[in-house]
């Protein structure tokens, strides 16, 4: 599970919207795609393409490629290093697949 290390701060004042699979999802102003999807509940990424098994964002750092989606309608994109907009779009593809 996923917990934020400060839980309150000012930047938890300030929130955004933005849409995951057609979901509206709230998130604090500043988080990276990936933080705002985990603090949703959002632990599926993609499906591992050779295990075929769930993966999710593993380093937050740009380094592992475990948390690609679709921002923008641009694929591929590390959420990890994305910092989330108003208004965003992203996509997890159906059964986690992003190819």
């Known amino acids: 599970m996923f917990t934020r290390l400060t839980q309150d701060s000012a930047a938890s004042d ?4 933005f849409t ?3 979901r509206k999802v709230v998130a604090r102003m500043g988080d990276t795609v990936a933080a705002a999807l985990l603090a949703a509940g959002e632990m599926q990424f993609r499906i591992s393409p050779s295990a075929d098994k769930p993966r999710g964002p ?3 750092m740009g ?3 475990e948390c690609l989606v679709t ?3 641009r694929a591929g994109r590390q959420a990890c290093l994305t ?5 965003m779009q992203v996509i ?3 059964g ?3 190819d």
């Open 83 to 87: 910092a989330v907009k108003s208004g």
């Open 14 to 17: 300030q929130t955004i919207e």
């Open 58 to 60: 593993y380093c937050m």
């Open 20 to 22: 995951v699979n057609d």
């Open 92 to 94: 997890i593809p159906e």
């Open 71 to 73: 921002i923008d309608g």
């Open 96 to 98: 986690g697949r992003n």
């Open 63 to 65: 380094v592992c490629f």
